[in-house]
């Protein structure tokens, strides 16, 4: 039987002792896949959820196995490659060594293992800058150098909590291009997302959160194309 | 010119076993996140058990200091294991827990001193004193100095140069990334408490023979701790070495000087630094966590 | 039948609590006559430690800032109320009104200093600043006489007869305590108490509901110093000494250990704590010399299995018991049962 990549079985998780996860059911498969909501919907506390860094309840499958009650570092070993809000890049530590002192070769065979080489080639810039400081870095920059740290943990699924946040257009755009090549070499993505432009152009698989559950999953055109559904669940259209 | 030349002497070497003592502490908070108020009273338990280990070896005092160091090594690496790792965030709970702990490590060390004041003076090179010009000083001084440095140098290229380094360096950032980017953090943990205890055992003997030492000396020695720590930075060894460079000449230039208020001068000195940097003085950037 | 909640009104409330305030102090008035000395001895020290705890719930439990420096606050009262009374010569009242606005004064600087500061930078500010009284009463030798103290203080003299020492400060211990106790209850249940609940359980709340937690912090660091400050005053007077081993960091971290196992977030708990602190190191000491450190286990034990102490163990138990009853009421109400 072929494995989901992940399955949520109602899920619920708090944040500062607030419920913000009220049980959520999901199953998403290889690929990649987003979810969206407004704003304080609770997606990003699911993402924290899935890595196992706020207090969980219920069951989340990975590949099969039951990562609920495991810790951060147990769960990126299971190969999950997070690339949280707001990129937490480190201060104190170079763009090279971001992409040295994690390293790992994780779950991809020799000839697609992601090292920090094969990151510079996608992300040059990273390479002309890469004995700065991990904050000295612009925006795009900096998320640049967060896909890519979580690239060389060589993980089975990446998860990006806001890439696009705080972006300008063209970086966007390289951003668009950047996805395509990951998707490219088979690995699954996870993507939470506002912006549901850029989310259109990296994929159409969807899941909408609302009041800390799932209300509608499905494909993300027909979803923009039914207005009063995108009204309802989004509060546009 | 003689004295004055003592006094920096004095506050230069006084600084460098301060530094041995809070470099370990500021390590613990800036990684941990955890202020270890029984850091004072693992110093004077290291001293107690190197003085142990001094009568015992017949004043073999290579051998108490190795001692004490490994033998606080040891008591640091069990009390993370049992005792501390369950405050992970929760500073306050650490903080309790760790008062606890100086309590129970004070009547260890009363039992072992049998609450008397000691002091090592070794024979050979380390009791003895050397010439500089007109001024005569003590050799153990020069030696805490030597350790201080050597003690600098080394985490300096650890935290540069190595990988556990660079994961300590991006701990002290933000150790939830770190975790979730699949390294035992915890187990850096561990490494590093231990290491904070084998140089505060290291420093109880250093301090011990530079000056001497008593169980009622844990509060000022866990006081003094803070003040570095507070000072320099949490998490920065730079800023560690700098405030207690500046702490410990502060201190021997005032209490000779002006004796009767040379702690309110150092304390409002630190005060000032909490209030309008309580980040501290050598901290490039403050990180929101 | 309608199950009623009795309930007095507010000033008969006020009334009852007088009343038994008046009531305590005449009971505790007439213990010498019926106890031993020693017995006496205790309740003084748990009475007026109770009350440098008390302070301690009141700005920690109630407050939600960690403090370690009441034994500081506590010190700077005495010295200054012994400095006066002894070194000046100057008669009991001035010298207790001198005390309490000397610290006073000092929780207004520290407050202020402090007001902006996280809780471990506080925490930490707490600790220098006790640390400092401690140091400058051996340094300061002009004014504070070092290391041997200020002896020889004497109580207030009452109709000729002057009340100093163990024995009789006892009288002045059991009547400030229970009115300070009073004082401190109605503090915490008054707007100003709900303010400080408020401030430690979310402050940004009570920021954006317009109150200025500034402020609110200063005063509480005010009035928690006040009490500590009488607390000292207290200590002075019963000792007839006020010297540097009294002001020692290690009092304020008892303070801490008495707080939290009787149960940080109600007075009583700090009443409870001091009796219990008291009572064990006096028992544990007979037995071994390692009473500091049973007494330390003790600390990390209860931190772990009891971190309300045992007043909010007690509470919780209460609780759990009570609300399970008013459930099974509403549930059968909802049914139409008649409920007694």
């Given amino acids: 039987m072929h494995e989901s990549v992940l399955t949520l079985n109602n899920v619920e998780a708090y944040y500062d002792k607030l419920h913000i996860v009220q049980g959520v059911n999901l199953l998403l498969d290889s690929g990649v896949t987003s979810i969206i909501g407004r704003n304080g919907m609770g997606k990003s506390t699911l993402m924290k959820a899935i890595m196992g860094l706020v207090s969980t309840k219920g069951s989340i499958k990975f590949f099969g196995q039951e990562i609920v009650g495991l810790k951060p570092y147990q769960i990126a070993q299971k190969g999950i490659g997070y690339v949280p809000q707001g990129r937490r890049n480190f201060p104190s530590l170079t763009v090279d060594e971001h992409l040295t002192f994690c390293a790992s070769s994780g779950f991809s065979s020799e000839e697609n293992r992601w090292s920090s080489d094969r990151v510079y080639d996608l992300f040059p810039r990273l390479y002309e800058r890469k004995d700065l400081y991990g904050t000295s870095l612009s925006g795009g920059e900096q998320q640049m150098l967060a896909i890519g740290r979580a690239l060389v943990l060589n993980p089975r699924l990446l998860l990006l909590d806001e890439p696009s946040e705080g972006l300008a257009p063209t970086i966007i755009d390289q951003l668009v291009d950047v996805f395509e090549k990951i998707r490219k070499e088979n690995m699954n993505i996870l993507i939470v997302e506002q912006d549901l432009n850029f989310c259109e152009r990296v994929t159409d698989s969807t899941n909408v959160m609302v009041n800390g559950q799932i209300a509608f999953s499905g494909s993300l055109r027909e979803l923009r194309n039914n207005a009063e559904l995108s009204r309802k669940l989004l509060g546009i259209g | 010119m003689i004295y004055n030349l003592t006094l920096l002497l004095n506050g230069i070497t006084y600084a460098g076993l301060l530094f041995v003592v809070a470099s370990g502490l500021t390590l613990v908070f800036g990684l941990m996140r955890m202020v270890n108020m029984a850091h004072g009273s693992m110093y004077i338990l290291g001293a107690s058990v190197g003085w142990l280990l001094y009568k015992i070896s017949n004043h073999n005092w290579v051998l108490a200091l190795l001692g004490a160091g490994v033998v606080m090594m040891l008591v640091a690496f069990l009390l993370q294991l049992a005792l501390y790792n369950k405050a992970y965030g929760n500073p306050i709970l650490g903080i309790m827990i760790s008062i606890g702990v100086s309590w129970i490590f004070t009547d260890l060390s009363i039992e072992l001193t049998r609450g008397e004041a000691k002091a090592f003076s070794p024979e050979g090179i380390v009791g003895s004193t050397f010439q500089l010009g007109e001024l005569t000083y003590p050799y153990s001084r020069l030696i805490v100095l030597v350790v201080a440095i050597a003690e600098l140098i080394l985490i300096l290229i650890i935290l540069k140069k190595t990988k556990v380094g660079q994961i300590i360096r991006a701990g002290v950032d933000d150790r939830d990334m770190v975790s979730s980017l699949g390294i035992n953090i915890e187990l850096i943990f561990l490494g590093v408490f231990a290491f904070s205890g084998f140089l505060v055992g290291l420093a109880g003997v250093l301090g011990g023979t530079m000056v001497s030492f008593s169980t009622d000396g844990a509060g000022s020695m866990q006081m003094l701790a803070l003040m570095v720590i507070i000072v320099g930075g949490r998490g920065s060894i730079e800023g560690a070495a700098l405030a207690a460079l500046m702490i410990g000449l502060l201190d021997s230039f005032t209490s000779a000087y002006v004796p009767n208020i040379s702690t309110i001068i150092v304390f409002s000195f630190v005060m000032a630094v909490l209030v309008l940097k309580p980040q501290g003085l050598f901290v490039k950037e403050v990180r929101k966590q | ?340």
């Fill in chain 3, 1 to 340: 039948m309608r199950k009623s909640n009795f309930r007095f009104g507010k000033k008969t409330r006020t009334m009852l609590q007088l009343i038994v305030l008046i009531l305590s102090i005449f009971i505790l008035w007439s213990l010498p006559k019926i106890s031993s000395r020693f017995t006496i001895y205790m309740i003084s020290r748990i009475m007026y430690m109770g009350l440098m705890t008390m302070s301690l719930n009141l700005i920690m439990g109630f407050g939600g800032l960690t403090s370690l420096s009441q034994a500081g606050f506590a010190g700077i009262a005495g010295y200054a109320f012994a400095i006066y009374r002894v070194s000046m010569k100057g008669s009991y009242g001035a010298a207790v009104l001198i005390g309490l606005f000397v610290v006073m004064t000092a929780g207004l600087l520290f407050g202020g200093l402090s007001v902006r500061t996280s809780s471990i930078v506080f925490m930490m500010m707490s600790i220098a600043l006790a640390n400092l009284v401690h140091l400058s009463s051996l340094q300061l030798t002009d004014i504070t006489r070092g290391f041997n103290g200020i002896i020889g203080i004497k109580g207030p003299t009452i109709n000729g007869k002057t009340y100093s020492g163990t024995g009789n400060t006892f009288y002045i211990i059991a009547f400030i305590v229970p009115i300070s106790y009073f004082f401190l209850k109605r503090l915490v249940k008054s707007p100003f108490g709900i303010a400080i609940q408020g401030m430690r359980d979310n402050k940004t709340k009570m920021s954006s509901l317009g109150f200025n937690v500034n402020v609110i912090r200063i005063v509480l660091v005010v009035i928690s110093s006040l009490f500590a400050g009488i607390a000292g005053i207290l200590q002075a007077n019963f000792f007839a000494t006020m010297a540097p081993d009294y002001v020692k960091t290690e009092y304020s971290l008892m303070c801490l250990f008495m707080c939290i196992i009787g149960g940080a977030e109600y007075l009583e708990g700090g009443l409870l704590g001091a009796a219990i602190y008291l009572m064990l190191s006096n028992f544990i000491s007979r037995y071994t010399r390692f009473d500091d450190a049973i007494i330390g286990g003790l600390f990390i034990i209860a931190v772990f299995l009891i971190p309300n102490g045992i007043l909010g163990e007690i509470y919780k138990l209460y609780n759990n018991l009570f609300r399970k009853r008013k459930m099974v009421s509403l549930e059968s109400g909802m049914r139409g049962d008649v409920h007694e």
